[in-house]
């Protein structure tokens, strides 16, 4: 078996100065590695979900959707810098690498909350990261996931962005 076939690589964050949350998914989607953009696949509920706390919709151009965040306060990345994967599910992942979190959250001072984006973020976290003592300030915000895979409890856009609501006290006005 060729291991490099499958091998794939998360994107450098999207983080600005001022970022207040950092908004942490597993690894990108194959749709999201092919065009090299975060959350790009359309199905996928990111986007509206941080345009939905303010009531609005998203915008088209992805710059404009990167300025969008980062005027909010908020940052991107994911929790593995490389893994092996065959498809998009986060269940097929195998021999993941975590990201250097506290290396990121130490060059950030203005960052008050990390945001996982899904149940695998989290436990990519709690695997590499738990109680080091670079991210023990931050509060910890464990999100249902934005895929577009529904689950019993998270079934529509509605259920989710009634869980990211707890993002807003971390949004700059």
């Given amino acids: 078996m060729d291991e490099d076939k499958d091998k794939v690589r998360s994107f450098p964050p999207m983080i600005g100065e001022g970022a207040r949350v950092l908004v942490l998914g597993s690894m990108p989607g194959a749709k999201s590695l092919q065009e090299q953009r975060y959350y790009a696949n359309e199905r996928n509920y990111l986007w509206r979900l941080l345009y939905g706390l303010r009531g609005l919709e998203p915008d088209e151009a992805y710059g404009d959707r990167l300025a969008y965040a980062a ?31 506290p290396g990121l959250a130490a060059s950030y001072p203005s960052l008050q909350a990390l945001a996982f984006n899904g149940s695998k973020s989290y436990e990519i976290y709690r695997k590499h990261f738990a109680g080091h003592p670079g991210l023990a300030h931050l509060d910890l915000l464990r999100l249902p996931s934005s895929s577009p895979i529904p689950t019993p409890a998270m079934r529509t856009l509605e259920d989710r962005l009634e869980k990211w609501r707890m993002l807003l006290p971390y949004l700059k006005e």
Avoid: F, K, T, Y
């Fill in 71 to 101: 005027g909010q306060g908020i940052g991107l990345w994911d929790m593995i810098e490389h893994c092996h994967r065959e498809g998009s599910l986060d269940m097929n992942i195998r021999n993941a690498v975590p990201n250097d979190l």
